[in-house]
């Protein structure tokens, strides 16, 4: 559904966001709302680019949004209307990798990337403007994409002399093919929201005035349905592409299910109350 007027009532009602005082960000902002954080950029007047402390306080932020109970889903987004993100700010880009206020460079990105892979709720990426460089791949990483009309798609590394061999590469490639992945990287093109929605880039493109309350309106449906399946099916969908770190992230789900089963409590009960397990009233299934 990709107009709000063709959401239900209950789905496309405002919503008013709440920002908490306990932690102050410099390059980002941290809302929650109806079991909803809303985590944004906020270095618009660089078109969203990201330095070390950008990605350590985007890591701090998605960890927050990960343990908190309350909240079902996440949105990732750039302030204004010109821009989700433009990649690594070039600024501060050393001679190994971007460089932080005291002069560490690091190629921090790369953690928060695998962070959103594997935080156990569904990320939205909610697209106005540019999804460029480490941008793009940004979006990427998300389980979903909602993009505005006036969003733009694309890689810049090989003109600006960067590569994302990871993920930048391969899940682009799994996600809308070998060929297209390849001309993305190899021209550095930029495609429009349609571009990108016809390439399987993206999932709906909006209105930009309707941007922020359809992509709540994927939220809200999202959160009310099961946390358990969904948090379940993200890992499921990423393990081939994760290899053993994707199987060991499903895996640990299947742990976390059977501890919450009598057969598994028998275990640890028995190891408590010092006498052997009797598991013999758990059947073996066909
Ligand atoms: C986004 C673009 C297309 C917007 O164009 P537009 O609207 O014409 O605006 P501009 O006038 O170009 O920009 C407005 C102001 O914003 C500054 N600015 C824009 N982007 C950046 C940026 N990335 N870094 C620093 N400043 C930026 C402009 O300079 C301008 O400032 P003023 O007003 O002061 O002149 C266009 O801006 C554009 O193409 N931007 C550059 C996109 C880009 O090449 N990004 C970098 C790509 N590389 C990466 O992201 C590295 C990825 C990465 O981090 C990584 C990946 C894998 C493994 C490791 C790493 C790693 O290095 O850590």
Not at 20 to 45: F, M, S
Not at 96 to 123: F, M, W
Not at 180 to 187: D, G, N
């Amino acid at each position: 559904m990709h107009r709000l007027a063709d959401w239900p009532e209950e789905d496309r009602r405002p919503i008013y966001w709440e920002s908490p005082q306990d932690v102050q960000y410099q390059d980002i902002l941290y809302h929650r709302a109806e079991g909803i954080a809303k985590i944004t950029i906020n270095r618009p007047e660089v078109r969203n680019a990201f330095r070390p402390q950008t990605v350590r306080e985007l890591i701090h932020a998605f960890q927050r949004a990960h343990l908190d109970p309350e909240i079902g889903s996440i949105i990732l987004t750039g302030a204004g209307e010109l821009a989700f993100c433009s990649g690594g700010d070039q600024r501060v880009r050393g001679h190994e990798g971007y460089q932080d206020a005291q002069g560490v460079e690091s190629l921090n990105v790369l953690d928060l990337q695998r962070q959103i892979r594997t935080l156990p709720k569904p990320v939205v990426a909610m697209v106005a403007g540019y999804a460029i460089g480490g941008g793009h791949v940004l979006h990427l990483v998300c389980d979903l994409t909602i993009a505005a009309e006036n969003a733009r798609f694309g890689q810049t590394g090989p003109r600006v002399g960067s590569f994302d061999a990871g993920l930048g590469a391969g899940l682009l490639a799994r996600t809308i093919g070998l060929k297209k992945a390849k001309e993305i990287w190899f021209l550095c093109r930029q495609y429009d929201a349609q571009e990108a929605l016809a390439m399987g880039l993206v999932n709906a493109v909006v209105p930009l005035a309707e941007l922020e309350l359809v992509t709540v309106a994927w939220c809200r449906q999202m959160n009310r349905l099961s946390p358990t399946a969904l948090r379940v099916l993200k890992a499921a969908f990423n393990a081939d592409t994760d290899g053993l770190a994707g199987i060991q992230e499903l895996a640990g789900n299947a742990t976390a299910l059977f501890y919450m089963t009598e057969e598994a409590q028998e275990g640890r009960n028995a190891f408590l109350e010092r006498r052997p397990p009797d598991f013999r009233r758990f059947r073996r299934r066909p």
